[in-house]
Each structure stands twice: as structure tokens, then as C-alpha cells.
């Protein structure tokens, strides 16, 4: 494992990744739910790395997308991304104009791996984390999968390998009650970056529990057997 993080790792992070993001274009809202997720960054806990990356150009008119990964002694113990999805016409799947797509992945151990609740249990850290957060959502869906790779010949050296991946999207609540253009006015109540960045702490933890680091957060048990 690298050095640890000071601190003030998370801060001078964000601060680093501000000066690289390109600037953002499209409708208020959208800019308003992306600079509140750029500016969350830096109060993410430290061990997680998070960077800007590429976001899918085909999906909606409008997005941002985040890496994340939770570094170990040799390699990565949990890495996903978080996208945010927007696009003013609306879809009748998303129930609304935004949509936040998640994917997160974690290496575990073999004996948690053959355990048939994991699936169960892998959710859970989800719901349970948009719930400790705060993070509204409609239309939650997603699948869990394991799996386990065998290696052989000049890699069998490496043993197999164990992993549980979780796919989901949900969408943000905060798209459909709040607007940054309408102060608590008719139609509309006082948008919040808070509640735009409970969504990416929720993301990081999820990674967290998976990675088996200590929550933050009281209700989310995270996988046992690895350690920072």
C-alpha cells in the first residue's frame, strides 16, 4: 500500500481535478448537480481517489462522469464510476430528467464469495447508504454478480481471483423538485448542492463497505477481512 493520505489529501484532490475539469455547458440545472459533484470531491474520506473521466456521449445530451478506487497493497480493492445523466426532454424509465449510473467492483475472499447472501448483502451497503445520506431517489434498480477466474498456466501462480460487481442507476430526486433557477418560488422548492452531493457520498461508501474499509456512517457493516 502507497503512503496514507493526510487530511487534506481530499482537498488538494478536488482542488486538482477543478484545474483540469473542462468547463461545463448546458441547462442550469445540470451545471449547477455537476459543479455541486465536482466541489464534493474534496470532502470525500481520503482514502478513496476520484478523477474526472470521459463521460458516454450517446446515452442523454448532457453528462458528467466520475472514477473512483480504493487502492490496496497490490492493487485495486474496490474501483467503480458514478455518471450523471441529464437531459431536459425527460425519459419515461428515468421518471424524470436526470438519471445517476452507477457501476462499483471489489476483489473479496473466497469464503465471501461462496456465500449465497452476498448478492443480498452487497445491496444492502447500497440502500443503506442512500438512505444515511439522505440521497432521494426514484426508480432504483440494479444487479449484483459474482464471480470467480480460475487461472492457469504461467498465471496459475496468481491464484484465482474473486469478485462482486454492482450495476445500478436511480433517479436523483433533487432533479424533479428543485431548481437552482427557482428559489422556493410556485413550482419549486431551494435547490441544494448538499442534497446533489449525498449521491456521490453514498457512491463512496458503497465502494468503502466493499473495499471492507470502517464506515463513516452508522447502519452500514462493511465486508469483512481486509484492512488499510
Do not use: K, Q
Not at 481517489?49 to 497493497?73: F, H, I, K, Q, T
Not at 436523483?172 to 431551494?190: H, K, L, V
Amino acid at each position: 500500500m502507497g503512503a496514507p493520505l493526510s487530511p487534506d489529501a481530499g482537498a488538494a484532490r478536488a482542488a486538482a481535478t477543478a484545474v483540469a475539469a473542462p468547463a461545463l455547458a448546458g441547462p442550469g440545472l445540470f451545471i449547477a448537480a455537476a459543479t455541486a459533484l465536482r466541489d464534493a470531491l474534496g470532502t470525500l474520506r481520503p482514502e478513496l481517489a476520484v478523477r474526472e473521466a470521459p463521460p458516454p456521449s450517446r446515452v442523454a445530451p448532457y453528462a458528467l462522469a466520475l472514477a473512483a478506487s480504493l487502492a490496496g497493497d497490490d492493487d485495486d480493492l474496490a474501483a467503480g464510476r458514478l455518471v450523471l445523466l441529464f437531459d431536459p426532454a425527460g425519459h419515461n424509465a428515468w421518471e424524470g430528467t436526470a438519471r445517476l449510473v452507477c457501476y462499483a467492483r471489489a476483489a473479496v475472499e473466497p469464503e465471501v464469495a461462496a456465500d449465497p447472501m452476498l448478492p443480498e448483502v452487497a445491496w444492502s451497503w447500497l440502500v443503506e447508504a442512500m438512505a444515511a445520506h439522505g440521497a432521494g431517489a426514484r426508480a432504483l434498480g440494479g444487479t449484483v454478480t459474482t464471480t470467480t477466474s480460475r487461472r492457469f498456466g504461467v498465471l496459475a501462480p496468481d491464484g484465482d481471483s474473486f469478485d462482486v460487481e454492482v450495476r445500478c442507476s436511480w433517479s436523483p430526486n433533487w432533479a424533479e423538485t428543485a431548481s437552482p433557477s427557482r428559489p422556493g418560488g410556485e413550482g419549486g422548492t431551494p435547490w441544494s448542492a448538499e442534497e446533489t452531493a449525498a449521491h456521490l457520498h453514498a457512491f463512496a461508501d458503497l465502494l468503502a463497505a466493499m473495499a471492507g474499509l470502517p464506515p463513516r456512517i452508522a447502519g452500514v457493516v462493511p465486508l469483512p477481512g481486509r484492512h488499510f
